[in-house]
């Protein structure tokens, strides 16, 4: 058993939570442990009495109640187990990379971390982008499971540092590319519907949906979140279904699908938002077009801007786009060098 420790938090740790930062350095420690710790008093921050998510600051000084001899021992080095075909996969999504930073065009249907019945994510899978860096890279950002594109990891903690407050503080700038049904009119316009959560049903809240609220009633929502999403149609294919650029300003879980069906233009593929309706000729609803169109959601990160943790110089990062939606790009006779690469340029 070890006696009280005083550990003061490094610069390296800095805005880490400090359940995670207790695990680094005591990986024998498990979460109920901790959190049994907080409840109690035991850990403390600062002499303050703390939670598991609580994040430390650099200089703040932890005490660590007596620990067990057994969760003092080092831990034994863990490798996730990761197929020789899902490595090359994945590795062959990546399109940018150096000493801080990876980039992936991440592919449509694969999850970006676990959950319920999910065995293969972005996460258990980045143990093959350790590449010869001495951990595995880490998620900074999300996107939807069946939206592909851009997705940035940091490769050292303090490059996930920097690029977490980036994007917690919107100091990035995300561009996607989607296929609606019908045409957005004006061709260039705004979508500030808030958004708020409504419950699912099962004992793992299947089914949770993210729910429009109009600007005038989101302060008289509980829960309800401002939203706002800058759209640009760019081409379209008679009143049926259009091209459309879109740039979050906030960035709420599924904005873009629940926007995009807010204003009766929703994302082909998207049952969860659009209905189950099979054909859209423009004036219905419903989010597939039928025909040789794919019933795979057509939402894809296209462009992504943001600093560069260690050298601050601006990265562009410009993903492909997936064989479902180049088929489909294909069929309304489209090439994406037709479309700007920021569409949004004018409103900056």
Request: hydrophobic share 40%.
């Amino acid at each position: 058993m070890s006696g009280v420790q005083m550990i003061t938090v490094t610069e390296e740790d800095d805005d880490q939570r400090i359940d995670r930062w207790l695990r680094r350095l005591f990986p024998h420690v498990n979460q109920g442990r901790i959190e049994k710790m907080c409840r109690k008093g035991e850990l403390r921050l600062d002499g303050g009495r703390v939670k598991a998510n609580t994040r430390v600051t650099a200089g703040q000084v932890v005490r660590v109640p007596p620990l067990a001899a057994s969760d003092l021992k080092p831990a034994e080095p863990r490798v996730a187990r990761v197929s020789e075909a899902d490595a090359k996969m994945i590795r062959d999504c990546v399109i940018y990379k150096d000493d801080d930073v990876i980039v992936l065009n991440k592919p449509a249907g694969l999850a970006v971390q676990g959950g319920s019945g999910t065995t293969k994510h972005v996460d258990g899978l980045s143990e093959a982008l350790r590449f010869d860096a001495e951990e595995k890279p880490r998620l900074v950002h999300r996107l939807d499971k069946d939206t592909s594109g851009v997705l940035v990891l940091a490769r050292t903690r303090l490059a996930a540092k920097a690029l977490t407050a980036a994007f917690r503080h919107r100091n990035t700038r995300k561009i996607y590319w989607a296929l609606v049904a019908g045409v957005p009119t004006p061709y260039l316009g705004e979508i500030k519907a808030g958004l708020v959560k409504a419950a699912g049903h099962g004992r793992s809240g299947e089914g949770e949906k993210m729910i429009a609220v109009h600007p005038s009633e989101i302060d008289r929502t509980p829960g309800a979140k401002r939203a706002h999403t800058f759209y640009a149609t760019l081409y379209r294919v008679a009143g049926r279904a259009a091209w459309v650029a879109m740039e979050p300003v906030t960035g709420r879980t599924h904005q873009l699908r629940v926007h995009m069906a807010e204003i009766g233009h929703p994302i082909i593929g998207d049952g969860k938002y659009g209905g189950s309706g099979q054909e859209n000729l423009g004036d219905g609803w419903g989010a597939q077009l039928g025909g040789d169109i794919s019933k795979k959601l057509h939402l894809h990160a296209r462009r992504m801007v943001f600093e560069h943790p260690t050298t601050r110089k601006d990265i562009v990062v410009t993903a492909d786009l997936p064989d479902h939606m180049k088929d489909s790009w294909n069929t309304f006779g489209w090439s994406e060098d037709l479309a700007a690469d920021d569409p949004f340029e004018a409103l900056l």
